[in-house]
């Protein structure tokens, strides 16, 4: 199985910082490796897939970046809807697996 | 408008059997794989069970195999888990999720979820 492991497990931050957020696989997935964010009470909600390319309707502060076994969320000038629980998810193999989250928060 | 409404959830004793749904609207149900993924109370997401858009093709995660069953019934437009032997760690919100791209196999990733229902194993 692909296991992913998000670093920080927690991030503190303010209101028009840029933060990063690490997912790394153990062993390669090429770039086939999703980004999430969940608030609370609510559904997760897609931001980036495969690796680098935003959905539709995200907004341009967010961005991904990496491949193989490392990969990086970053959200640049960060504004107070944007804290919230992000998670990486892989597409490589089944089963689908996903980090364990980083809790982002002021 | 495209949305996923999940229901069914409930309150089950340990060894006991649920079924939960989930509708689709707004988009063209057939022509997407689907998922179920769940969430334990303060935990993070555990992808469960996809099923192909045709709906002959399944996908379990080994928590759950041999006890839940995916599937679909395109002209209701609606998506089934099917929950039997439960335990108290099936205690979860249960979020059916829709695949990106409209393709006859999985991709793996989900552009549009449901609220989630909440299944509760407790005797």
């Known amino acids: 199985d692909v296991r992913l492991t998000q670093s920080p497990s927690s991030l503190s931050a303010a209101v028009g910082d840029r933060v990063t957020i690490t997912c790394r696989a153990n062993q390669g997935i090429t770039t086939y490796l999703n980004w999430y964010q969940q608030k609370p009470g609510k559904a997760p909600y897609l931001l980036i897939y495969g690796a680098f390319t935003l959905q539709t309707g995200v907004p341009s502060r967010f961005s991904g970046s990496g491949s193989g076994t490392e990969f990086i969320l970053t959200i640049n000038s960060l504004r107070p809807e944007d804290f919230a629980t992000y998670y990486c998810?892989?597409?490589?193999?089944?089963?689908?697996?996903f980090g364990q989250g980083t809790r982002l928060e002021f | 408008e495209v949305q996923l409404v999940d229901s069914g959830g409930g309150l089950e004793q340990p060894g006991g059997s649920l079924r939960v749904s989930c509708a689709g609207s707004?988009?063209?149900?057939?022509?997407?794989?689907m998922s179920w993924v769940r969430q334990a109370p303060g935990k993070g997401l555990e992808w469960l069970s996809s099923i192909s858009a045709g709906g002959g093709d399944t996908y379990y995660a080994d928590s759950v195999k041999g006890r839940f069953t995916i599937s679909r019934d395109n002209s209701k437009n609606t998506l089934y888990l099917q929950m039997n032997s439960l335990r108290a760690e099936d205690t979860a919100l249960y979020f059916c999720a829709k695949d990106q791209e409209p393709l006859p196999q999985p991709n793996w990733y989900f552009d549009l979820w449901g609220r989630g229902t909440l299944v509760t194993v407790s005797s």
């Open positions: 998810q892989q597409s490589f193999s089944t089963p689908i697996t």
């Open positions: 707004g988009f063209s149900f057939r022509t997407y794989a």
